[in-house]
């Protein structure tokens, strides 16, 4: 998540801190490495394992990370910086993300993201006072042809008013979505209860806005 600021007086961690990778995210991360050329490679996928067993990858996570796969602890760092879907701090049990480019903000892609902040009342990368959701914007979603579109979770929402916020907020199944699952990568579906016989739960969808589901997305 962009820059990472760090007081090299500090410890990022205690060094007497206990392992705080499980054994099973371990043999996790370890299965990728016959499907791969080198452990380096195994990096991406290893981030993804950590972030869906512990929410976000930390300092430590990242230590454990590199030993694993026996890179330098600053190479796992530089990747977890660039890409803004790792968060190096807890975050909420669902991240909304708002887009904020060019085709969203032409047709009111601002307000709906004012209507977030507002009803939520947190800041960009804050977390409700519940945990429940945590906010950011991002570049363009891939959505830009049903602007304005925010992501919750895994699910899209597509010609997002302003109005339609509260409601879509209030939706216990607004970030899944009907797709097949594995269980290297702990879904939410496999954690989580359908609620109307679809894998991710949910109901709004249909009526607030458009949502993509896993067929939309083959057609597209
Ligand atoms: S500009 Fe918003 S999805 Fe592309």
């Excluded at 909304?96 to 209507?115: N, T």
Aim: aromatic residues 6%; contains cysteine; hydrophobic residues 40%.
């Amino acid at each position: 998540m962009a820059w990472i600021p760090l007081d090299r007086n500090k410890p990022a961690f205690p060094k007497d801190a206990p392992p705080i990778l499980t054994e099973a995210v371990r043999e996790k991360i370890r299965f990728f490495f016959s499907r791969y050329a080198t452990r380096r490679a195994v990096l991406l996928p290893a981030l993804h394992v950590v972030q869906d067993a512990l929410g976000h990858v930390s300092m430590q996570a990242m230590t454990e990370i590199a030993e694993l796969l026996e890179i330098h602890p600053s190479e796992v760092m530089d990747t977890v910086s660039f890409y803004t879907h790792f968060w190096t701090h807890p975050k909420g049990k669902k991240v909304i993300v708002a887009c904020r480019s060019i085709s969203c903000e032409a047709l009111g892609g601002q307000k709906v993201i004012d209507a977030v902040k507002q009803h939520l009342h947190v800041r960009e990368h804050g977390t409700t006072a519940d945990g429940t959701y945590s906010f950011m914007t991002e570049e363009c979603l891939a959505g830009c042809d049903h602007a304005p579109c925010l992501l919750i979770g895994e699910r899209m929402h597509k010609q997002v008013k302003p109005e339609d916020v509260p409601k879509l907020l209030a939706d216990a199944g607004n970030d899944r979505i009907a797709a097949p699952r594995s269980d290297l990568f702990d879904a939410p579906a496999a954690k989580g209860g359908a609620s109307n016989g679809r894998p991710g739960g949910g109901s709004s969808a249909e009526t607030v806005g458009a949502t993509s589901d896993i067929r939309e997305m083959r057609e597209a």
